[in-house]
């Protein structure tokens, strides 16, 4: 593989006060993208970019190649103006450019045109003037020729729209057969029907590319399926059960640290630390690796033993003066790749989300009938509904934590302590998790405390932030 | 002192071993309330003790440890187990005097000498907890009669009471009050109490006595437990060796193999394990099996009389007093064996290779399952506990030596459990000499290799019937099922 375009943080002029990026992206020849996004996320346009390049404001564009071939709307409004332009108005014998004429124009390789051209039943139609043609024929005609060209780099955004459902078929079985080491960007708004062929994958939002990297098609489906579902602004967080568990005053601090100290071994990890939690207010806890971040985090969720050896009152229970652990636990959501290294007991997906409700690793407890449903609806929040009753360890890494979120989610606790939950993750998974913590933010039924120390984890709905 | 065992009738010796309850759940449903705010001093900090307090703790009770002196002058482990992990540590005299409960979980070879340290300095009425009888049962303590004397044991090392404890699970567990020291009648509510503490009763209770527990626990540990994994390991790999089969291959399909297999065992019982084998290798390891179990029944046959006469006890008791010279010998001696010192191959193994491969392993685990579980019920001891010390634990020792072979598991089973290893297994290895000349590689380390799996129906319905009627697999049965009921339930 060789270098073919290279994107380094590149910001595009797109007018007066309009700008696209900064994108960083290495294409490399004989790739197939996937190019996902909401509408009008710029998908079009940053194939324009390829296409023709553009002007940067900053960052560098390389590499635009000499030669790409088309289909899209745009390229097939310009083929049937160009043909109206040169012919309208003028002699009536001339009949503009025939169907036969226009499908050699881009080198084509002649064993492929000829075979395409009976796929698509064009026979009948190579005489006439493409501009007698129906929309359908013209978009027929356009994608003919530029998979029959020998020109080896294809853009296609949106091939199928205008196809009717038989050509549309014929149209990607022809993909698949012809498409050899052509590099491609593929832009396509119904990804159920995204072809196997397709190697990589990027998600553009906000006018950069937030996710991208190599992933076979039918991955793609599923990861795409679950963005949908989870940026999708108008599903709610399921509604909380009737709690159990005692409820909290909201004046009181769910936690609330005096003068910690902790020392290990050798070195002293926190020296006098004050830290008070309210409900409602989100805090973020960075830190370099071995800052404490985690013990910090185990002294909240009692799985320090210096829990009990420090002035430390978790939900209102003063540390140490007879309460359980578990009574501290029924108020806290807890995810960390850490649980999710523990969480190997055998089980199915459900299970897992169940056990949050006994805050256990397994279930060992008869879940009630609102518990299951409870599951059920995190479920289909995540995108996992069809999993329901698979084992827990056969799911993809990134589906088991977005599960073991879940699992933290699902009795709506007072505290949700998220500790790394992007760690271990690829970028696509990591994109999946960070869109479902913000949409509990957002759901306000929950205090969060998030740590992580990777800047690309940082999630601009926290604002308070706890620097160790 | 004397074998407290031996001074009993006939028939309270026959009412003692034969007590073994399952325990409803609804009995634990006051939880830890009986011990709210008692003070709990744990004796010793060691795997059982420092795991079991660190449950004690999380279960919201007051929990400190006591240690000799010279244990914390020397900041030795067992000191800083407890100090890093905030509990407070003092010596007996600080301690003791201000304990309701005392856990004694020390070692039982030093029960003896520690019982009779803080015994004095014990508040009147309080009580003392232990979590194995050797030491009531065996050596005959007798303890000052103003003390409730109780045991709490769960069936596994303290790191697994520990982790099930955090999945928010726990470990089955034997309870037991001992008859002579139940001055106030409050036995049964303390060990109840500190069973929940521990999680136990989330897992299943049996209320047993001490003298079922000591004698099917020194049973099943020096029998199919840590006996017949060691004298397996070293049989099946010298005759591995033996015939051909490279030796990292062998080390490792043995090392790894009584895990894998015994894993089956654990979820499905003797019937379960034998069905991961074809039919035809099943055929053939029930053959191997009932010939093992003709040859080694009057072993275990002895090792039982020991254990019930006091035999046992008091030989080990008397290498007790000769600074462990026979213990450190066999220790050497199984240190130096082919099998502990050929390192394993790093290819890997299938599991069901495992099984393929290792069916004279199976069959060993059956024969031994089933003959410790049968001498054990034939000598009175109810088969509640007979399951548990034979198939039940058969999977976490077989865990220690797929860590470290036997090195790891003789350093991490009891004392008594290791003398009483070696034991059998200086008198099992002559044993099956002749029994292991006749075999070859296909039982063991190479496979069938048949390409034509058929056996007859008639034999194999037979065979089947054989092996789930098996009275171990019963009762394993309903065991299982009170462990596992919740799981099952989602």
Redesign the interface.
């Known amino acids: 593989m060789t270098r073919l375009v290279t994107l380094d943080q590149a910001i595009f002029t797109l007018s007066e006060t309009g700008t696209f990026g900064p994108i960083s992206w290495q294409l490399e020849s004989g790739q197939k993208w996937f190019i996902a996004g909401r509408n009008g996320a710029g998908k079009s346009t940053l194939l324009g970019l390829i296409e023709k390049g553009g002007r940067t404001r900053s960052g560098e564009i390389l590499g635009i190649p000499q030669a790409v071939v088309v289909v899209s709307n745009a390229a097939q409004v310009e083929l049937v103006d160009r043909e109206r332009r040169q012919y309208d108005g003028g002699d009536d014998t001339l009949q503009g450019t025939s169907v036969a004429d226009l499908l050699k124009e881009l080198n084509p390789v002649e064993r492929v045109l000829t075979e395409l051209i009976q796929r698509f039943q064009l026979q009948g139609l190579l005489d006439q003037p493409f501009r007698q043609l129906s929309t359908g024929e013209t978009k027929k005609v356009l994608f003919v020729r530029a998979l029959a060209s020998e020109c080896p780099v294809l853009i296609l955004d949106e091939p199928l729209a205008g196809l009717d459902a038989a050509s549309q078929a014929v149209a990607l079985a022809s993909l698949s057969d012809f498409i050899g080491n052509k590099t491609v960007l593929l832009v396509l708004n119904d990804w159920t029907a995204l072809p196997d062929w397709v190697d990589h994958v990027a998600y553009l939002s906000d006018s950069s590319l937030s996710y991208q990297g190599a992933m076979d098609s039918a991955a793609a489906r599923a990861w795409l399926q679950q963005m949908v579902v989870l940026t999708n602004a108008t599903q709610r967080l399921p509604v909380p059960l009737p709690s159990s568990v005692p409820a909290l005053s909201a004046e009181q601090a769910l936690v609330e640290m005096r003068n910690v100290r902790v020392r290990f071994e050798d070195r002293q990890l926190f020296d006098g630390l004050n830290w008070r939690i309210d409900p409602g207010v989100h805090w973020q806890v960075s830190g370099a690796n071995g800052s404490g971040k985690t013990t910090l985090l185990s002294l909240i969720t009692?799985?320090s033993?210096?829990c009990?050896?420090n002035d430390l009152t978790v939900f209102g229970f003063k540390r140490g003066s007879?309460?359980?652990?578990?009574?501290i636990k029924q108020y806290i959501g807890y995810v960390s790749s850490a649980l999710h290294l523990?969480y190997r007991?055998s089980?199915?997906v459900?299970?897992v989300i169940?056990?949050g409700f006994?805050?256990?690793?397994?279930?060992?407890?008869?879940?009630t009938a609102p518990q299951?449903s409870a599951a059920s609806a995190w479920l289909a929040l995540i995108g996992l509904t069809h999993a329901r009753q698979q084992p827990f360890a056969q799911q993809s890494y990134g589906n088991q934590r977005l599960v073991l979120i879940a699992r933290a989610l699902v009795k709506q606790p007072a505290l949700l302590i998220l500790d790394e939950p992007c760690l271990g993750l690829d970028v696509f998974n990591r994109g999946l998790v960070l869109a479902l913590i913000e949409k509990l933010i957002q759901g306000r039924q929950t205090t969060v405390l998030y740590v992580s120390h990777d800047h690309r984890d940082q999630l601009p709905s926290i604002q308070q932030t706890l620097r160790l | 002192m004397a074998n407290y065992f031996n001074t009993l009738s006939l028939r309270a010796q026959l009412a003692q071993l034969g007590q073994c309850e399952f325990m409803s759940a609804s009995e634990f449903e006051d939880g830890?309330d009986h011990l709210?705010?008692k003070k709990i001093v744990v004796v010793g900090c060691g795997s059982q003790g420092l795991n079991q307090g660190?449950n004690l703790?999380?279960?919201?009770?007051?929990v400190s440890y006591t240690l000799r002196q010279s244990a914390i002058d020397e900041k030795r482990q067992s000191f800083l187990n407890a100090e890093?992990?905030?509990?407070r540590v003092g010596n007996y005299q600080e301690m003791i005097p201000t304990a309701d409960l005392v856990l004694n979980l020390t070692p039982d070879k030093q029960h003896s000498s520690v019982v009779a340290d803080i015994e004095p300095l014990m508040k009147t009425n309080a009580c003392l907890a232990y979590s194995h009888g050797f030491n009531i049962v065996e050596e005959g303590q007798k303890i000052r009669p103003d003390l409730t004397v109780i045991m709490v044991a769960p069936k596994c090392p303290g790191t697994e009471v520990r982790e099930e404890y955090?999945?928010?699970?726990g470990v089955p567990t034997l309870i037991a009050v001992h008859a002579d020291n139940d001055p106030h009648g409050e036995g049964l509510a303390i060990a109840k109490a500190y069973a929940a503490g521990t999680g136990g009763h989330?897992a299943g209770v049996l209320m047993s006595s001490f003298v079922a527990e000591v004698k099917s626990d020194l049973m099943g540990e020096q029998t199919i437990l840590c006996g017949m994994l060691q004298t397996g390991s070293l049989l099946c790999f010298d005759k591995m060796v033996d015939k051909g089969i490279e030796p990292a291959y062998a080390s490792k399909l043995v090392q790894y193999g009584w895990e894998t297999i015994t894993e089956a065992l654990k979820h499905g019982g003797i019937t379960n394990m034998m069905d991961r084998l074809s039919n035809p290798a099943k055929l053939r390891a029930f053959e191997l099996a009932e010939e093992m179990k003709q040859i080694m029944r009057p072993l275990y046959e002895k090792h039982m009389d020991d254990i019930m006469t006091g035999n046992f006890s008091s030989g080990m008791m008397t290498d007790w007093q000769n600074d462990d010279a026979k213990l450190l010998g066999w220790r050497h001696e199984t240190s130096q064996s082919a099998f502990e010192k050929t390192a394993v191959t790093d290819a890997d193994i299938l599991e069901q290779t495992y099984f393929d491969h290792g069916i004279l392993m199976v069959a060993m685990v059956k024969a031994g399952v089933e003959l410790a579980f049968e001498t054990m019920t034939a000598a009175g001891i109810k088969a509640e506990s007979a399951y548990y010390e034979s198939l039940h634990e058969v999977p976490l020792i077989a865990n220690t030596i797929a860590r470290k072979k036997l090195f790891e598991m003789n350093s991490t089973i009891s004392d008594t459990a290791e003398y009483g290893c070696y034991l059998y297994n200086h008198a099992c290895l002559p044993l099956l000499a002749d029994f292991m000349t006749g075999l070859e590689a296909d039982v063991i380390g190479r496979g069938l290799g048949l390409n034509d799996l058929g056996v007859d129906n008639q034999v194999l319905i037979a065979v089947n019937q054989e092996i789930r009627s098996h009275p171990v697999e019963a009762i394993g049965q309903t065991l299982r099922g009170y462990m596992t009921a919740?799981?099952a339930?989602?």
């Open positions: 009692g799985d033993p210096h009990y050896t007879g309460e359980s652990i578990w009574q523990a007991v089980g199915t459900e299970s169940i056990s006994f805050d256990s690793v397994g279930v060992y407890q008869r879940a299951k | 830890v709210r705010g660190l703790r999380d279960s919201g009770l007051d890093s992990n905030g509990f955090k999945r928010g699970f989330r919740m799981k339930i989602v």
